[in-house]
């Protein structure tokens, strides 16, 4: 059986999770919440977070999320992609969002 993958290509952070510094983005915070509550329902998906700042290799490597960028610049990140299909752009999903799209695309949901 071929590996789960939800990848996350967004915009260039101070981190590569964007949890830092003196005030961190309160919708960072949540989403890094929600990630870690799909990890545990999920047990067999690989999280990837692509940051434009540490990251720029996958940003290049994905002709559609390349292209994408280039047409509409950092403005269209986030970009949730689940087993090569973008699910979400411009934003964070909440964790029922994100729950219901990867038992859209993903072979086993536990």
């Not at 510094?21 to 690989?46: A, M, Q, V, Y």
Request: proline letters at 4%; glycine letters at 4%.
């Amino acid at each position: 059986m071929s590996e789960n993958n939800l990848i996350i290509y967004e915009g260039a952070m101070c981190c590569p999770t964007g949890v830092c510094g003196p005030e961190p983005d309160k919708e960072l915070i949540e989403f890094n919440e929600t990630l870690k509550r799909i990890s545990n329902e999920f047990s067999d998906l690989k999280i990837t977070r692509a940051s434009l700042l540490f990251d720029v290799k996958m940003f290049l490597e994905n002709k559609e999320i390349f292209q994408l960028v280039k047409e509409n610049g950092k403005e269209i990140l986030p970009i949730t992609v689940v087993n090569g299909k973008i699910i979400a752009k411009k934003k964070y999903l909440k964790f029922n969002e994100l729950k219901e799209e990867l038992s859209k695309y993903i072979n086993i949901l536990l």
